[in-house]
C-alpha cells in the first residue's frame, strides 16, 4: 500500500508563498487521481488542486489562478505551489491519490497571519 506524506507546511504572512510536497512510498506513478485538498476548522474538505486523468490540472475556485500543482520526478512527489496567500486559505492541508483506493497524507497545517 502506497503511503503520502505531506510536508512544507507553517506559518506564513499573507500575501506570501509557500510550496507543500507530497511525497510517496512507492512510486507516484502508480497513483491516479493526485490532488490536494485542505480543510480549515468547521468546514468541508475542498479541492486546492488535482490533476486529471490526462494529467491536465483543475484548481478550486477560492484558489483559481494562486495554486499550482505539479511533479517533482527526482524527488517522486507531488507539489502545491500557494500564492498571494490569504488568512482564509489557513487549513490542514491533505495531498490524495489512488492505488486500487484512496489514499490520503496525514495533513500538514499551513497558517496565514493577517
Known amino acids: 500500500q502506497v503511503q503520502l506524506v505531506e510536508s512544507g507546511g507553517g506559518l506564513v504572512q499573507a500575501g506570501g508563498s509557500l510550496t507543500l510536497s507530497c511525497t510517496a512510498s512507492?512510486?507516484?506513478?502508480?497513483?491516479?487521481?493526485m490532488g490536494w485538498y485542505r480543510q480549515a476548522p468547521g468546514k468541508q474538505r475542498e479541492l486546492v488542486a488535482r490533476?486529471?486523468?490526462?494529467?491536465?490540472?483543475v484548481t478550486g475556485d477560492a484558489v483559481k489562478g494562486r495554486a499550482i500543482i505539479s511533479i517533482d520526478n527526482a524527488k517522486n512527489a507531488f507539489l502545491l505551489q500557494m500564492n498571494n496567500l490569504k488568512p482564509e486559505d489557513t487549513a490542514v492541508y491533505y495531498c490524495?491519490?489512488?492505488?486500487?483506493?484512496?489514499?490520503w497524507g496525514q495533513g500538514t497545517q499551513v497558517t496565514v497571519a493577517s
Open positions: 512507492g512510486s507516484i506513478f502508480s497513483l491516479s487521481a
Open positions: 490533476f486529471t486523468n490526462a494529467m491536465r490540472t
Open positions: 490524495s491519490g489512488e492505488s486500487g483506493s484512496r489514499i
